[in-house]
T-cell receptor
Framework: EVQLVESGGGLVPPGGSLRLSCAASGVSISSYWMQWVRQAPGKGLVWVSRSNSDGSSVAYADSVKGRFTISRDNAKNTLYLQLNSLRAEDTAFYYC????FGHGFFDNWGRGTLVTVSS | DIVMTQTPLSSPVNPGQPASISCRSSQSLVHSHGSTYLSWLQQRPGQPPRPLIYKISNRFSGVPDRFSGSGAGTDFTLKISRVEAEDVGDYYCVQATQFPYTFGQGTKLEI
């Protein structure tokens, strides 16, 4: 069974930083493009970032470009998201997901970790 | 960016009755190599999203056959043939044909 477990969320003041982790089991993330998607409380889903299978190609939503950094350690089977210069509007649940490249959809999701940006 | 527009935003239904959700994209979702990367997600209350349908009409593993997807180009539909209580939640369409990936705003299915 595939499991993705996010961690690292919490309460942080505006301008602060956090590092989110997504630990995978039951699947080798080295075979997958990996994604981060966020959801503000009570709101819809928004794509944040993606990494190809070896981390050599990454991309970001315009709203987080220059502030967030996606990375991965395939040996540890873990995906990361470094969040810097956080703003109130970054408050959300952050989900990691595997991306099925052949069929173009997000096929496994973690339960998410909540990031709250507030003073 | 491709804008995904879902209708309705809220859909009250009775158990055993059908339900239908529409998703329209601002541009064609047909990729240059011919596939259409339109999928549907279900998010039950307090749960993460889970995949239902991929490439317009393919059911993900374990998804009941009362769920079906259809459409082409810019217009897509998710249908539930007979709604059950466990189907309560939010439904999202998402396109992966063009970067950045974009989601519909969600449709709340209520019983």
């Amino acid at each position: 069974e595939v499991q993705l477990v996010e961690s690292g969320g919490g309460l942080v003041p505006p301008g602060g930083s956090l590092r989110l982790s997504c630990a995978a089991s039951g699947v080798s993330i080295s075979s997958y493009w990996m994604q981060w998607v966020r959801q503000a409380p009570g709101k819809g889903l928004v794509w944040v970032s993606r990494s190809n299978s070896d981390g050599s190609s990454v991309a970001y939503a315009d709203s987080v470009k220059g502030r967030f950094t996606i990375s991965r350690d395939n040996a540890k089977n873990t995906l990361y998201l470094q969040l810097n210069s956080l703003r109130a509007e970054d408050t959300a649940f952050y989900y990691c997901a595997t991306y099925n490249f052949g069929h173009g959809f997000f096929d496994n999701w973690g339960r998410g970790t909540l990031v709250t940006v507030s003073s | 960016d491709i804008v995904m527009t879902q209708t309705p935003l809220s859909s009250p239904v009775n158990p055993g009755q059908p339900a239908s959700i529409s998703c329209r994209s601002s541009q064609s979702l047909v990729h240059s190599h011919g596939s259409t990367y339109l999928s549907w997600l279900q998010q039950r209350p307090g749960q993460p999203p889970r995949p239902l349908i991929y490439k317009i009409s393919n059911r993900f593993s374990g998804v009941p056959d009362r769920f079906s997807g259809s459409g082409a180009g810019t217009d897509f539909t998710l249908k539930i043939s007979r709604v059950e209580a466990e189907d309560v939640g939010d439904y999202y369409c998402v396109q992966a044909t063009q970067f950045p990936y974009t989601f519909g705003q969600g449709t709340k299915l209520e019983i």
